[in-house]
């Protein structure tokens, strides 16, 4: 049967209820990808989830579903949210869908183009203040008390709820849990919902449990330093977060996992960004690759063994960033004239045949 979206196919593990309207927009059941070549360089069995296939680009989708139906049961016309631009998108669009009121708060210069294109196009009340994301969540969070706006950050925990089918979903393409899961972490709240899934399949399933790897940038890494950043800055703009809202909770899941929480700098990230498009053919967000920048790492480091079982979650599309893409690229297009036979001299030219 054709998918139905997370909150129908995973409903028994979800809170919904009876009155919970069964809103989709095809959201989860993204593909699980073999990383053929990273797995033969290093001799691990990889994987990408590759999350940039939900509806909106990005696994905020997952999130979004359950929380904007629990807002829409209790009756709530209005929704905000801060964002570095992923959870805005997603926002927007399950609000335009359900009719309800959109706002959203965002870092001004510092959300990539495709994500704030994704807020405008999907009707979004967009607020771009002269701080940052941590500036952003501490202002709604307040609004949020009103009663009759609902907060949709991931501090909501209907969010956690629903992203944490990712986890259900590698395990149930797997057979059971990774031995290792790499994964982003910016604000926190998407290493908790995997955490709480994997637990909870595990509980129901004997799916076992990874090691949960996650990874912040450097420029900040609040968790990895245990200190609050005033002043994030990190080319992965989505995870340019100082003071993480569920840092309680990754730091919970790395020692429940024994895992590790550790930091990327801008250039790994970068590389890894790189290295997957060119390598493995796929495109992710900047950030989203923290998760393949810390494999690496950890390879190097020997924390991981040969044919262990791994994944990457690849938490953004690479399309909501094009500026960072070309901005760091060496590839530009030649420019030619409009005449066949200059064309085809140049191409020939170039080629060996
Ligand atoms: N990757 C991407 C592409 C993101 O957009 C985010 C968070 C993360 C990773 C980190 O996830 O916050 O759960 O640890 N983006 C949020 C937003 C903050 O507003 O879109 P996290």
């Given at each position: 049967m054709a998918w139905q979206g997370l909150l129908q196919e995973y409903k028994e593990y979800l809170p919904v209820g009876e009155k919970t309207p069964l809103i989709s927009?095809?959201?989860?059941?993204?593909?699980?990808?073999?990383?053929?070549?990273?797995?033969k360089k290093y001799q691990v069995e990889a994987y990408a989830k590759v999350e940039g296939i939900n509806p909106t680009g990005s696994f905020k989708d997952r999130g979004m579903v359950m929380a904007m139906a629990k807002a829409i049961e209790s009756g709530s016309k209005t929704v905000?949210?801060?964002s570095t631009g992923n959870t805005s998108a997603s926002a927007a669009a399950f609000a335009a869908r359900a009719g309800l009121r959109c706002i959203v708060v965002i870092p001004e210069g510092k959300i990539a183009q495709?994500?704030?294109?994704?807020?405008?196009?999907?009707?979004?009340?967009?607020y771009s203040i002269q701080g940052n994301f941590d500036d952003a969540l501490r202002i709604?969070?307040?609004?949020?008390?009103?009663?009759?706006?609902?907060?949709?950050?991931?501090?909501n925990p209907y969010r956690i709820e629903g992203q944490k089918t990712a986890a259900f979903e590698v395990c149930d393409v797997l057979g059971k849990a990774p031995?290792?899961?790499?994964?982003?972490?910016?604000?926190?709240?998407?290493?908790?919902?995997?955490?709480?899934?994997?637990?909870?399949?595990?509980?129901?399933?004997?799916?076992?449990?990874?090691?949960?790897?996650?990874y912040e940038a450097s420029g900040a890494a609040a968790i990895v330093h245990d200190r609050i950043f005033e002043n994030p800055e990190t080319v992965g703009t989505a995870i340019r977060i100082g003071n993480p809202a569920s840092w309680k909770q990754a730091v919970a899941a790395r020692e429940e996992s024994n895992g590790t929480i550790d930091e990327i700098t801008d250039e790994q990230m970068i590389e890894a960004y790189q290295w997957m498009a060119a390598?493995?053919?796929?495109?992710?967000?900047?950030?989203?690759?923290?998760?393949?920048?810390g494999l690496f790492k950890a390879l190097?480091?020997?924390?991981?063994?040969?044919?262990?079982?791994?994944?990457?979650?690849?938490?953004?599309?690479?399309?909501?960033?094009?500026?960072?893409?070309?901005?760091?690229?060496?590839?530009?297009?030649?420019?030619?004239?409009?005449?066949?036979?200059?064309?085809?001299?140049?191409?020939?030219?170039?080629v060996t045949l």
């Open positions: 927009l095809h959201e989860g059941n993204t593909p699980l990808i073999k990383l053929e070549n990273l797995s905000i949210c801060a495709g994500k704030l294109a994704q807020a405008v196009m999907y009707g979004a009340e967009i709604v969070r307040k609004l949020g008390e009103h009663e009759d706006i609902t907060l949709v950050n991931s501090v031995d290792y899961l790499f994964i982003p972490v910016g604000n926190a709240g998407n290493i908790t919902a995997y955490w709480k899934g994997f637990k909870e399949y595990n509980e129901q399933k004997q799916t076992g449990l990874p090691k949960m790897m996650g390598n493995e053919g796929i495109f992710a967000e900047p950030a989203s690759n923290a998760s393949v920048a190097e480091e020997g924390k991981v063994e040969k044919g262990a079982q791994v994944v990457c979650v690849l938490t953004g599309n690479g399309l909501k960033d094009p500026n960072t893409a070309i901005e760091y690229s060496d590839v530009k297009p030649r420019v030619l004239p409009n005449d066949e036979e200059v064309v085809m001299k140049e191409i020939v030219g170039s």
